[in-house]
């Protein structure tokens, strides 16, 4: 059973960049598809992104141009690079694959 784990969260100002990381234990990362959810305050769950086997990538319309999603095989490892943050990118954001979800790591964008 894989296991994930999401890291790179934090405090930053409106304007500012992160990137999350998610780590698979495991060797099944390579074949399934990977994704980005986000959770703000007192809402529910969302997509943000999400990745297949073959590289096709979806965005959420809210943060198309600013958000970009990878993975790394190699390091069964996921990605999501966040830019130009805004207020209402505050919340929860976890990953998922394979049916099993991470922790979740707090995400704050805030002056």
């Known amino acids: 059973q894989v296991q994930l784990v999401e890291s790179g969260g934090g405090l930053v100002q409106p304007g500012g960049s992160l990137r999350l990381s998610c780590l698979a234990s495991?060797?099944?990362?390579?074949?399934?598809?990977l994704g980005w959810y986000r959770q703000p305050p007192g809402k529910q769950r969302e997509l943000v992104a999400a990745?297949?086997?073959?590289?096709?990538?979806n965005y959420a319309d809210s943060v198309k141009g600013r958000f970009a999603i990878s993975r790394d095989n190699a390091k069964n490892t996921g990605y999501l690079q966040m830019n130009s943050l805004k207020p209402e990118d505050t919340a929860v954001y976890y990953c998922?694959?394979?049916?099993?979800w991470g922790q979740g790591t707090q995400v704050t964008v805030s002056s």
């Open positions: 990745i297949t086997t073959a590289g096709s990538i």
């Open positions: 495991g060797s099944i990362f390579s074949i399934y598809a």
């Open positions: 998922t694959l394979a049916n099993t």
